[in-house]
């Protein structure tokens, strides 16, 4: 999930106080809390990113290998 989606999703659930770790164009790993855990909706939502995956080059074969 993007950082955009997760923010859209956690405002559309009422939270408000939302805190991002990690590159702002990175995926959503986890988030504390946990997801399903009852909170109050003014606590702090922290939202924790990694860096995307770049899709690896498929493996070509070595001329005369």
Do not use: C, K, W
Request: glycine content about 10%; cysteine-free.
């Amino acid at each position: 999930m993007s950082r955009d989606d997760a923010e859209s999703a956690a405002q559309d659930a009422g939270f408000t106080n939302l805190v991002f770790q990690g590159p702002a164009n990175g995926v959503v790993v986890r988030t504390d809390p946990r997801a399903g855990t009852q909170v109050d909706p003014e606590s702090p939502l922290t939202i924790v990113l990694e860096a995307a995956q770049q899709p690896s080059p498929d493996p070509t074969e070595t001329p005369g290998g």
